[in-house]
């Protein structure tokens, strides 16, 4: 049972658009929700992250949405750069849990 | 101030021999987490420790795979007479006990069983 799922396994941006980048989740109970990213032999790195109890989240470059009714979220990336050409991982938490979902991942490729 | 460290960075056994994963948390974190990722599939939680104890063992497998985090010293993810399954990149993260959220990752071992 996936209760953290990424649709899109890939995706391919000219340098300078927007990525974006799509999350759904099924659990209810779910109240946080982060992005990582990860080059390959490294660890996941943390990105950004919302709380439940907004619907969007701003840092720099990247923001976050939240639609909790439809439970979804979106990452974007603007402008796009090529450091950016990683795996892109949401992940969630439960209330009072410490224990992260992760999402399969979406391949980004920025193209100079 | 030093991250997650993890050791080895690549792990090779042959199918039967016994694996030892450690991990160091940053400085001031308690708690420890170990995930696994199989290729092309996301990360899966497995155990999550706080010193001398077990919290959440939900996502270990039921048999070979032990993990403990002593009073003093790393982390161990111990996994018993290895079989090819087991190839995978395990993930050690720490955080605070004040901000479950603020997680921050090792660079991971990857164990190949031949």
């Known amino acids: 049972d996936q209760q953290v799922k990424q649709n899109s396994p890939s995706l391919s941006v000219q340098e300078g658009r927007i990525s974006i980048l799509n999350c759904d989740y099924t659990n209810s109970m779910f109240d946080y929700f982060l992005w990582y990213k990860k080059y390959p032999a490294e660890g996941p790195t943390f990105l950004i992250s919302?709380?439940?109890?907004?619907d969007k989240n701003e840092d720099g470059r990247f923001t976050v949405f939240l639609n909790k009714s439809a439970k979804h979220l979106s990452l974007h990336i603007v402008p796009s750069q090529p450091g950016d050409s990683a795996v892109y991982f949401c992940?969630?938490?439960?209330?009072?849990?410490?224990?992260?979902?992760f999402g399969g991942g979406t391949r980004v490729l920025v193209k100079p | 101030n030093a991250g997650v460290m993890q050791n080895p960075r690549h792990l090779v056994r042959r199918r039967g021999q016994e694996a030892r994963l450690r991990c160091s948390p940053m400085?001031?974190?308690?708690?420890v987490y170990w995930y696994r990722q199989l290729p092309e599939e996301g990360l899966k939680f497995m155990v999550y420790?706080?010193?001398?104890?077990?919290?959440?063992e939900s996502g270990m497998p039921k048999e070979r795979f032990s993990a403990e985090f002593p009073k003093e010293g790393p982390s161990i993810l111990r996994i018993q007479q290895v079989v090819r399954g087991d190839s995978a990149a395990y993930f050690c993260?720490?955080?605070?006990?004040?901000?479950?959220?603020?997680?921050?990752f090792g660079s991971g071992t990857r164990l190949t069983v031949v």
């Open positions: 992940a969630a938490l439960k209330a009072a849990g410490n224990k992260l979902t």
């Open positions: 420790l706080q010193k001398e104890n077990i919290i959440d």
């Open positions: 400085k001031g974190h308690s708690h």
């Open positions: 993260a720490s955080s605070p006990a004040k901000d479950r959220a603020r997680y921050t």
């Open positions: 919302i709380s439940s109890i907004k």
